[in-house]
């Protein structure tokens, strides 16, 4: 893919593909790794973490905390049918 560079103040700027945008969920203030190798230069989105709820709860040494008197608590919304 050939990008033409633009000037904006001292620096020069390229777009990045939309496609590349949507493929990695970035957005307007979205952080990428640049890796510069003599004249190459690789644009990589960052990965996103994967969370297993098993794992999370085992980080828990006491189980799910409890709020004392949640079950006595009124309905606030839509929670009870």
């Known amino acids: 893919m050939l ?5 904006a103040g001292g ?3 390229m777009t990045v ?21 003599g004249e190459t230069m690789t644009v ?3 990965s996103k973490p994967r969370y297993k709820l098993a794992d999370l709860m085992a980080e828990m040494p006491d189980g799910l905390p409890r709020v ?4 006595e608590m009124p309905a606030v919304g ?3 049918g």
């Open 68 to 71: 004392e008197g949640w079950e």
């Open 44 to 46: 990589q989105a960052p």
């Open 3 to 7: 990008q033409s560079l633009r000037r």
């Open 11 to 13: 620096s020069l700027v």
């Open 17 to 37: 593909p939309k496609a590349f945008v949507d493929q990695n969920g970035l957005f307007d203030g979205s952080q990428v790794e640049l890796h510069l190798a």
């Open 78 to 80: 839509l929670e009870v």
